[in-house]
T-cell receptor, first 113, second 117 residues
C-alpha cells in the first residue's frame, strides 16, 4: 500500500519567518508528487514534481524532489498571515492496479502577525 | 474556464433521504474523481471515472452511487446515509489518467459540505 508521511503535522511561526515542510513517501511506480494548499475549502494546486533535483519556484514558495531518498520539501520564505493553511503532499503511484493520488495527513501552518 | 464547480455548497439530509451531489468541469478533462474529506484529515479517494467509465471504486458502500452522464458532468447519488458519512465531498478532474506527465494533474472543486442527521 502506498504511504505518504508529512512532517511536522503542525507549525506555528511569526510573519517573516522561513518554513520548511517535509514529505516522504513509499509508493509503487512513482509518477509524480504534488503539493496543494488547503484553506477552508478545496485544495489548490501549488507544484507538481516529477524529476529529482529540479527546483520549482513560485514567488516565495519553492519545492524540490529527491527520488533517491524518496522525499520532497516545500519552502516558504518571508511568511505572511495569508500563508496560514494546511499544506497537503500527494503522490501518484500505482499501489494496486490503477494510478491514483495518495495524500499525506497535511501540515497545518499558522502564521501569526 | 479553468475551474471545477460543485453544487450544492452545503447539504443537510436525513438518513432516509435521497439526494445528489453534482460536479461540472469545462476544461475538456476526461478523468473525474470523487473524494471524501473528514475534518482535519486528508482527502480519501472514493471513485475515479476515466472517459466516462468507472475505473476505480475504493470499496465504497453502495449507499454512494456515482454517475457520469457525459464527459463534463459527474454526479454522486446518496441514499440511506449514516451520520458518519457527514464530510466535505470533493470533486476533482484531470486531463486523463494516462501516461502523459502532466495529464493527471488534478484540479479540485470547492466541495459540498454534507451533514447527515
Amino acid at each position: 500500500e502506498d504511504k505518504v508521511v508529512q512532517s511536522p503535522l503542525s507549525l506555528v511561526v511569526h510573519e517573516g519567518d522561513t518554513v520548511t515542510l517535509n514529505c516522504s513517501y513509499e509508493v509503487t511506480n512513482f509518477r509524480s508528487l504534488l503539493w496543494y494548499k488547503q484553506e477552508k475549502k478545496a485544495p489548490t494546486f501549488l507544484f507538481m514534481l516529477t524529476s529529482s533535483g529540479i527546483e520549482k519556484k513560485s514567488g516565495r514558495l519553492s519545492s524540490i524532489l529527491d527520488k533517491k531518498e524518496l522525499f520532497s520539501i516545500l519552502n516558504i520564505t518571508a511568511t505572511q498571515t495569508g500563508d496560514s493553511a494546511v499544506y497537503l503532499c500527494a503522490v501518484e503511484g500505482s499501489g494496486g492496479s490503477n494510478y491514483k493520488l495518495t495524500f499525506g495527513k497535511g501540515t497545518l501552518l499558522t502564521v501569526n502577525p | 474556464d479553468t475551474e471545477v464547480t460543485q453544487t450544492p455548497k452545503h447539504l443537510v439530509m436525513g438518513m432516509t433521504n435521497k439526494k445528489s451531489l453534482k460536479c461540472e468541469q469545462h476544461m475538456g478533462h476526461r478523468a473525474m474523481y470523487w473524494y471524501k474529506q473528514k475534518a482535519k484529515k486528508p482527502p480519501e479517494l472514493m471513485f475515479v471515472y476515466s472517459y466516462e467509465k468507472l475505473s476505480i471504486n475504493e470499496s465504497v458502500p453502495s449507499r454512494f452511487s456515482p454517475e457520469c452522464p457525459n464527459s463534463s458532468l459527474l454526479n454522486l447519488h446518496l441514499h440511506a446515509l449514516q451520520p458518519e458519512d457527514s464530510a466535505l465531498y470533493l470533486c476533482a478532474s484531470s486531463q486523463e489518467t494516462g501516461t502523459g506527465i502532466s495529464f493527471h494533474l488534478q484540479f479540485f472543486g470547492p466541495g459540498t459540505r454534507l451533514t447527515v442527521l
